[in-house]
Nanobody
Protein backbone atom coordinates (compact mmCIF):
# COMPACT_ATOMS: atom_id res chain seq x y z
CA UNK A 1 0.00 0.00 0.00
CA UNK A 2 1.36 3.37 -0.98
CA UNK A 3 1.67 6.09 1.67
CA UNK A 4 1.15 9.69 0.63
CA UNK A 5 2.24 12.91 2.32
CA UNK A 6 0.96 16.28 1.13
CA UNK A 7 2.83 19.54 1.68
CA UNK A 8 3.11 23.06 0.33
CA UNK A 9 -0.06 24.62 1.64
CA UNK A 10 -0.19 28.01 3.28
CA UNK A 11 -1.70 31.46 3.23
CA UNK A 12 -1.74 33.33 -0.07
CA UNK A 13 -3.49 36.41 -1.40
CA UNK A 14 -6.17 36.21 -4.03
CA UNK A 15 -4.57 35.96 -7.46
CA UNK A 16 -1.47 34.29 -6.08
CA UNK A 17 0.01 30.85 -6.67
CA UNK A 18 1.01 27.80 -4.65
CA UNK A 19 2.50 24.46 -5.56
CA UNK A 20 1.42 21.46 -3.54
CA UNK A 21 3.50 18.28 -3.38
CA UNK A 22 2.39 14.70 -2.83
CA UNK A 23 5.33 12.51 -1.84
CA UNK A 24 4.88 8.76 -2.10
CA UNK A 25 6.52 5.93 -0.20
CA UNK A 26 6.00 2.20 -0.05
CA UNK A 27 5.38 1.95 -3.78
CA UNK A 28 6.02 3.75 -7.03
CA UNK A 29 3.47 6.47 -7.78
CA UNK A 30 4.10 6.13 -11.50
CA UNK A 31 2.21 2.83 -11.41
CA UNK A 32 -0.99 4.52 -10.25
CA UNK A 33 -3.45 7.17 -11.29
CA UNK A 34 -2.94 9.94 -8.73
CA UNK A 35 -5.06 12.98 -8.19
CA UNK A 36 -6.10 15.76 -5.87
CA UNK A 37 -9.29 16.59 -4.08
CA UNK A 38 -10.21 19.18 -1.48
CA UNK A 39 -12.51 19.54 1.46
CA UNK A 40 -13.74 23.00 2.43
CA UNK A 41 -15.58 23.79 5.68
CA UNK A 42 -19.26 23.04 5.33
CA UNK A 43 -18.80 21.42 1.93
CA UNK A 44 -18.34 17.89 0.70
CA UNK A 45 -15.30 16.38 -0.97
CA UNK A 46 -14.59 18.03 -4.30
CA UNK A 47 -12.56 16.06 -6.86
CA UNK A 48 -10.06 18.33 -8.59
CA UNK A 49 -7.79 16.26 -10.80
CA UNK A 50 -6.69 12.77 -11.72
CA UNK A 51 -3.62 12.02 -13.84
CA UNK A 52 -3.49 8.57 -15.39
CA UNK A 53 -0.64 6.18 -14.66
CA UNK A 54 0.66 6.62 -18.20
CA UNK A 55 0.25 10.42 -18.04
CA UNK A 56 -1.80 10.07 -21.21
CA UNK A 57 -4.81 11.84 -19.76
CA UNK A 58 -5.65 14.17 -16.90
CA UNK A 59 -9.07 15.04 -15.55
CA UNK A 60 -9.71 18.50 -14.13
CA UNK A 61 -12.82 19.77 -12.45
CA UNK A 62 -14.45 22.73 -14.18
CA UNK A 63 -13.83 24.84 -11.09
CA UNK A 64 -10.04 24.60 -11.51
CA UNK A 65 -9.58 23.94 -15.23
CA UNK A 66 -7.13 26.39 -16.72
CA UNK A 67 -5.84 27.45 -13.28
CA UNK A 68 -4.54 24.20 -11.73
CA UNK A 69 -2.10 21.72 -13.26
CA UNK A 70 -1.21 18.24 -12.01
CA UNK A 71 2.17 16.80 -12.94
CA UNK A 72 4.59 14.09 -11.86
CA UNK A 73 8.29 13.83 -11.08
CA UNK A 74 8.82 10.08 -11.17
CA UNK A 75 12.46 10.39 -10.10
CA UNK A 76 11.24 11.98 -6.85
CA UNK A 77 8.16 9.75 -6.61
CA UNK A 78 6.13 12.92 -6.24
CA UNK A 79 3.00 14.39 -7.80
CA UNK A 80 2.42 18.14 -7.83
CA UNK A 81 -0.54 20.46 -8.01
CA UNK A 82 0.38 23.88 -9.39
CA UNK A 83 -2.34 26.33 -8.43
CA UNK A 84 -2.48 29.72 -10.13
CA UNK A 85 -4.95 32.60 -10.00
CA UNK A 86 -6.14 31.46 -6.60
CA UNK A 87 -9.49 32.65 -5.31
CA UNK A 88 -10.90 32.83 -1.78
CA UNK A 89 -13.25 29.98 -2.68
CA UNK A 90 -10.19 27.76 -3.18
CA UNK A 91 -9.66 27.81 0.59
CA UNK A 92 -9.77 24.19 1.75
CA UNK A 93 -7.71 21.25 2.95
CA UNK A 94 -6.12 19.63 -0.08
CA UNK A 95 -5.45 15.91 -0.33
CA UNK A 96 -3.77 13.66 -2.87
CA UNK A 97 -4.79 10.07 -3.40
CA UNK A 98 -5.00 7.20 -5.80
CA UNK A 99 -7.83 8.15 -8.10
CA UNK A 100 -10.23 6.19 -10.25
CA UNK A 101 -13.17 7.05 -12.39
CA UNK A 102 -16.54 5.84 -11.10
CA UNK A 103 -19.14 6.65 -13.71
CA UNK A 104 -19.13 10.41 -14.09
CA UNK A 105 -17.39 10.92 -10.75
CA UNK A 106 -13.88 10.39 -9.46
CA UNK A 107 -13.08 8.52 -6.28
CA UNK A 108 -9.89 8.59 -4.24
CA UNK A 109 -8.22 5.95 -2.11
CA UNK A 110 -5.26 5.99 0.31
CA UNK A 111 -4.99 9.75 0.75
CA UNK A 112 -2.59 11.52 3.08
CA UNK A 113 -3.16 13.90 5.99
CA UNK A 114 -3.87 16.88 3.77
CA UNK A 115 -2.41 20.37 3.57
CA UNK A 116 -4.32 23.57 4.36
CA UNK A 117 -4.65 26.29 1.76
CA UNK A 118 -6.07 29.67 2.75
CA UNK A 119 -6.67 32.33 0.12
CA UNK A 120 -7.29 35.81 1.47
CA UNK A 121 -9.30 38.39 -0.44
Amino acid sequence: QVQLVESGGGLVQSGGSLRLSCAGSGDTLAYFAIGWFRHAPGKGREPLSCISSSDSSTYYADSVKGRFTTSRDNAKNTVFLQMNSLKPEDTAVYYCGQCRRDGVDYEYDYWGQGTQVIVSS
